[in-house]
DNA sequence: GATGAATGAGGATTCATTCAT
DNA sequence: TATGAATGAATCCTCATTCAT
């Protein structure tokens, strides 16, 4: 009785992340005000009031495509291990950070479109401007270490923090098809650039 | 009568580019689709049906949102002066182009809806794509000859030039108010670096 | 100077029936809502306003559109000369008609449309039934004649003659192209039966 | 369960036939493009989304106002039983056609808008183009075998055949209220007139 | 909970008519 | 009188949301 109502429970949960996991590719491509409940049933394989029954509302639907998968991956952002120096750290989370962006360019344009269209979503757009605000809280330190050792170029850790993160969501996530494509090696190291590596600190 | 033609000429031209310009701020606040022509029209204070007597469509009165000013402002990122060294053209143009950026928001916010939702303006898209190229192949040659005078750091110019054009339009046009904050002096800073100076070409 | 203001009356007179002629045309083809008072104007390359200045309002062009062929042609239909016999006079009548339904093609489709959705042009089609009856009270005569004479079968004149109409206008105006076309005699012949010609009455 | 699915089923069939035929009435009063589908909805006694969910657009019902009526009718004017004579037969077909020509007021008046605006509704004209076709080749056999018989005088039979048509479709269907009027029956006796019977063959 | 039909508010677009020049 | 820009009512159609089954 137990096993079944557990297993009927983790069907229902699965069926809600389909039914997000859609809703969030769809949205991502088309945008809000294009994508239809109806679309995100029909790709879903679900029915149409089945959308209804997980989500209140398409904006709240559109919400938690966004808010989800970033709660899911703050971590990332947010907590990392520091290595031996801070040249090593921040090139490390380079590498995760581009890694994450490759697999993640749905979530990514839908970051995009709400900081394009901030009036729309004013409060997943604070939402947004939280996170940037805890990211530099996290990052800062080991940029101001890292100019403190003379890795990187004196300036505003706050305003490299920011700078790097709109780097990322500003990326034309266009080639971004194959994680492991080329490009996106050279884009660590544009990304590097921003933190204002020295001679020897790493920049190739 | 030559003189009145002219003059009413001169007057339709303005209430075109009044609604162009009303539209523009619009879109670019709410979006493509949270922008209604009434919206518009109200905004302009003209009436609803004389948007569809200046622009045959919602859609037209986006596209030329934003060709026009993409056309008119081309010239700012592809025909520039050199100045003697690589390292002071490039400053010069990052110069010039936070200013463009500080001073246009709205049309910066346009084209990151369009890059943020592809799938539903493939032809703006490509022209924006088309422009990217462009841009490649103007500030390559600068970029290539800093690299031979060991101003730049080496690496793909076509890299350098795309993470460039990148990070000004993933810029997060909220700070944005003053064109002369001091933000965006950090800002040219962080752009100059993604050229990779080496020591001595002007990186703080 | 008179000579001056009757030409211009000409002229003027000249425009309006370019315009009624124009509109005629194109309400035939394409029924009367589907025609635009920009349609008429671009097809009669007049300007816009012009035709409000010789047309109060697109329905009073409709309605000058179905009036004025059919006050202009009443004669042909209610008018006729009567020859030595009755089936010889209405042998007479027929080709007249059928000359005119093969050259009138547009004429006869405004007729098509308003009979066919006389609620929305109650006037028009009472004007058509007015018409009807004038038509009827000038053939019964001669076709009561033709059954006293035994060249036609008895049978009620009001209907015969009702009937005769009917087909003119039900013909398919499609092969109708050149008034000189077999067809056209075919459909006299066809038109004559209508009236129950008796043997030797001169239906082959 | 399978009962209240097939009743659900049933009901939704029923509903769409509601708005099919009031569609159907009104398109033949007041014409295609002067009949609102808010009109329909209302007059339907169902919302105007409603209509919407059955028929794809205006269009489509329009066409499916004509169309389905036309397949379901069919037969009656393309399969007929023969009798002993040709003209007997010929007979009794026109006694069934004027009856339901009578009883089908509104599908022979959208048939007439069809015919007389062709340019609007090219596809549907084409059809009963196909229509009038295939129903010569029905009906010529017929008129042959009466001509060899010497029921009926000669005469090319498809003349024959889309006179009768159209004599049928241009009928004035204005007296028609009561199917049992005796006009309907003068009316038998002028279609049959178009066969060209002979003497003795029953044309009274 | 699952389904999908029903609803109607909202928005783009058309176009007759008005009116200033 | 000629012109054509301005206006806004009217209409088709979409789609989020509700709700009966």
Redesign the interface.
Known sequence: MARTAEKRERSRHEKRNLILQTAQSLFS??????TTIADVAKSAGVSFGSVFSYFESKEALFKQSLLEPLEQNKSIFLRFTTLETPSETVQALIRIHMEFVARNAAFL?II??V??????FPDLFEEL?RF?HEFQDALCPIILQGQEMGEF????PN??A??YL??L????L?YADPPGHP?WT??M??AY????P??GSG??
Chains 1, 2, 3, 4 share one sequence.
């Not at 491509?29 to 294009?34: H, L, S």
């Open positions: 491509e088309n945008g809000y005000a294009a344009r995009q479109q900081i394009a269209q901030r009036a729309q401007d940037n170029s004196s300036g505003d305003l490299v920011t700078s709109s780097f969501i500003g990326l034309r266009a490009l050279g884009m190291v544009m650039r921003l933190f204002g020295t001679a920049n190739s």
